[in-house]
């Protein structure tokens, strides 16, 4: 009867509050006609006042979206504080039922808010050396080994792309490896693009291209808060992280277009675009993760703005050289409501990256499929045979969303956590 004498229509995050007898809120109607809509179920939860929640299970939900809920509601509630008291009117927390895994719930939480925050903090306060001090930390709670690379020993020890990109930056480059889990598991290695700011370097980027350059290490953000989540459930993996960690910036020493630089496999590279700094330092990182015999490579890189051209700040883009990789990838971000799309290898595209004087460029000359161009450049130094994916993220959202705070985002991460932990269960792996 109070339903329909406020007029209340069932659609897709529409909220009703129901009163008790003394005036306060007794419960909350919520309207959802698809449980995986996680848009409507956000817009629903940001509308609710301040409180103390529980939910009540709908029938015949699954247990995987039954947790969904929960863990949206969680990241729903995030907020960036460093520089600021929080501005939220009160919190919504929500209880945990009994039949829910508080502890899977509060993991995930960490892990997500960890890489948001480091996405949203500013260069100054986040460069080369604070990413080593997060891996170093996370090394100490879960009984990992971090090796640190920095300087002029990036070029003694075979990173001279790494170098070439970082050395004209305020903060030394640096080269960091994570290892982890039982040597006899199989491993997996994961590379994060860490440019904790990029200038664009002597081809400078224009004001608005540069305003949200302290997100491009958004990549690095995505496989640390994938990391901490693999080591926080214990999954049978020997994981290895990398992340070439670098400030692209303008100096004396700094990288000219132009110049070539022969990197860790001995592929020589003409540099034709320093704003293409990105896939200069992950080329090394995929010839080191390549020599440790991997069953599987997954990058994480805010690469390219023609991927973003392409599909937007929602949809990532992925390429990789395997069709099951592919098919299982798209399942597991499926899962939670955040779809991928795969773009192309097309190797006919090879052309654009052909150099006059050295094996290949870096970037190419014409303004076509920049995409997948820079996905073939990475591409060079992985083996067919060694199964390999490449995400190229935007890591922001550039609008406050229902659940989505405007700035730094990680939740690809979920879909690939959920893709290694479906191999793990079907022995896939």
């Given at each position: 009867?109070?339903?329909?004498?406020?007029?209340?229509?069932?659609?897709?995050?529409?909220?009703?509050?129901?009163?008790?007898?003394?005036?306060?809120?007794?419960?909350?109607?919520?309207?959802?006609?698809?449980?995986?809509?996680?848009?409507?179920?956000l817009k629903a939860v940001a509308s609710l006042p301040a409180g103390e929640y529980r939910l009540v299970k709908p029938d015949g939900i699954a247990e995987q979206q039954w947790f969904d809920l929960h863990l949206h509601w969680a990241m729903a509630q995030y907020e960036f504080t460093q520089y600021r008291p929080s501005q939220a009117q009160g919190k919504k927390n929500l209880c945990v039922p009994a039949d829910l895994d508080e502890s899977l719930l509060v993991d995930w939480h960490a892990a997500l808010c960890r890489g948001r925050d480091l996405v949203n903090t500013p260069c100054e306060d986040c460069y080369p050396q604070t990413l080593v001090a997060v891996c170093e930390d996370l090394a100490r709670q879960y009984d990992a080994k971090v090796s640190v690379i920095e300087g002029d020993d990036l070029l003694a020890q075979g990173f001279p792309t790494v170098h070439r990109v970082g050395r004209a930056g305020g903060h030394a480059p640096c080269f960091i490896e994570l290892n982890w889990g039982d040597p006899q598991h199989p491993k997996v290695c994961l590379l994060g693009k860490g440019v904790c700011f990029d200038t664009g370097g002597l081809d400078l980027k224009p004001p608005a291209g540069m305003r949200l350059m302290k997100k491009d290490m958004g990549g690095a953000a995505c496989v640390i808060a994938l990391s901490e989540?693999?080591?926080?459930?214990?999954?049978?993996?020997?994981?290895?992280?990398?992340?070439?960690?670098?400030?692209?910036?303008?100096?004396?020493?700094?990288?000219?277009?132009?110049?070539?630089?022969?990197?860790?496999?001995?592929?020589?590279?003409?540099?034709?675009?320093?704003?293409?700094?990105?896939?200069?330092?992950?080329?090394?990182?995929?010839?080191?993760?390549?020599?440790?015999?991997?069953?599987?490579?997954?990058?994480?890189?805010?690469?390219?703005?023609?991927?973003?051209?392409?599909?937007?700040?929602?949809?990532?883009?992925?390429?990789?050289?395997?069709?099951?990789?592919?098919?299982?990838?798209?399942?597991?971000?499926?899962?939670?409501g955040h779809p991928i799309w795969r773009m192309p290898l097309h190797a006919a595209y090879h052309r654009y990256l052909k150099s006059d004087i050295a094996d290949m460029m870096n970037s190419a000359n014409t303004g076509f499929a920049g995409a997948i161009t820079a996905a073939l450049y990475l591409q060079r130094f992985v083996p067919d045979s060694v199964p390999w994916a490449h995400f190229d993220v935007f890591t922001w959202n550039p609008e406050a969303k229902p659940g989505r705070p405007k700035g730094g985002e990680v939740d690809l991460v979920v879909g690939t956590y959920h893709y290694l932990e479906s191999l793990i269960k079907e022995k896939s792996l």
């Open positions: 009867q109070w339903l329909s004498a406020v007029g209340f229509r069932v659609s897709n995050g529409a909220v009703a509050l129901l009163p008790n007898h003394n005036g306060g809120i007794e419960s909350v109607c919520c309207g959802l006609s698809d449980l995986s809509d996680t848009d409507s179920w989540m693999i080591m926080r459930r214990q999954l049978p993996i020997q994981l290895s992280l990398l992340v070439p960690a670098v400030e692209n910036n303008v100096s004396a020493n700094a990288m000219m277009p132009g110049d070539v630089v022969t990197t860790r496999s001995g592929i020589t590279v003409e540099i034709s675009n320093t704003d293409a700094e990105g896939r200069l330092i992950l080329c090394d990182a995929l010839s080191y993760a390549v020599e440790q015999e991997p069953v599987k490579i997954i990058d994480f890189a805010t690469l390219t703005g023609a991927a973003r051209v392409a599909l937007g700040p929602d949809l990532p883009v992925f390429f990789t050289n395997n069709e099951n990789m592919a098919e299982a990838l798209t399942a597991g971000a499926q899962h939670m």
